[in-house]
């Protein structure tokens, strides 16, 4: 099993950033995914949720309206538009089995919003 994320830099405030996921060894379309993002000195936090038909189930309060997620065969993105200093963290894809509670984790991108 692997998820391998892409995508993260370093962007000025106001700037954009696609993050992708990308999946194997397992069957992508049966399983919710989800990006999380952990800050330094700060607890790992939920961003954005997919269930395994595309369905958005929900983004955390301080991204709605700036980033989207969405997903294909056997990949999952994250686009971030409109980008601020407190999105600087380490973004990590998770899958989730709904029914059977396997879950993978990807090893992490960072992104970067100077102040």
């Known amino acids: 099993v692997q998820l391998v994320e892409s995508g993260g830099g370093l962007v000025q405030p106001g700037g954009s950033l696609r993050l992708s996921c990308a999946a194997s060894?397992?069957?992508?379309?049966?399983?919710?995914m989800s990006w999380h993002r952990q800050a330094p000195g700060k607890e790992r936090e939920l961003v954005a949720l997919i269930t395994h038909e595309g369905r958005i189930i929900k983004y955390m309060d301080s991204v709605k309206g700036r980033f989207s997620i969405s997903r294909d065969k056997n990949t999952m993105y994250l686009q971030m538009n409109k980008l601020k200093p407190e999105d600087t963290a380490v973004y990590y894809c998770?899958?989730?089995?709904?029914?059977?509670?396997?879950?993978?984790w990807g090893q992490g991108t960072q992104g970067t919003v100077p102040s």
């Open positions: 060894g397992f069957t992508f379309s049966t399983y919710y």
């Open positions: 998770k899958a989730l089995h709904g029914k059977f509670g396997d879950e993978y």
